[in-house]
């Protein structure tokens, strides 16, 4: 069963998910898996008042044994969300989401561009020397 978040917002893994899909749901009218999304650019107040009621679910590789750990991508972009919409500092929307629910656990990666997301006042900007350093520590990575 997937977690209320907010009015209109949900979060849930894969099994979730494919049971809206099968059996519908009065709340639930779209589904955001967090594989198709690739920065929190993308989700903004604009796409969630399109959308209306909007669910996140966790995706899980066929290699592995689907657990709430999978809940990291989805969560970190929940996080996002929370904190450019109602203002609020990484840990707090995270708080926020762990009070729906507690098995949300973003890795080190997603924290760090939370950290980031909030240092450059919940917005993406490319031209940042926030994002620059971001970007070079993740080639660093890359290249090691």
Not at 4 to 9: A, G, I, Q, S, W
Not at 34 to 51: D, K, N, P, T, W
Not at 53 to 82: E, M, N, Q, R
Not at 125 to 141: E, H, M, N, Q, W
Request: charged share 20%; aromatic share 14%; hydrophobic share 40%.
């Amino acid at each position: 069963m997937p977690y209320l978040v907010r009015e209109n917002l949900f979060i849930g893994n894969t099994g979730d998910a494919a049971d809206v899909l099968q059996h519908g749901s009065g709340e639930i009218t779209h589904i955001l898996s967090s594989v198709l999304v690739h920065c929190f650019a993308g989700v903004s107040r604009r796409i969630y008042q399109e959308c209306g009621t909007l669910y996140f679910h966790a995706w899980s590789s066929p290699s592995f044994t689907p657990s709430f750990d999978c809940f990291g991508c989805s969560a970190a972009i929940i996080t996002a969300y929370l904190m450019r919409t109602e203002q609020l500092s990484h840990e707090d929307a995270l708080e926020s989401l762990r009070q729906s629910c507690e098995f949300v656990c973003p890795n080190d990666g997603f924290l760090d561009q939370l950290k980031m997301f909030e240092e450059m006042g919940f917005r993406v900007d490319y031209a940042s020397p926030i994002y620059k350093r971001f970007r070079l520590k993740v080639l660093g990575r890359v290249f090691h």
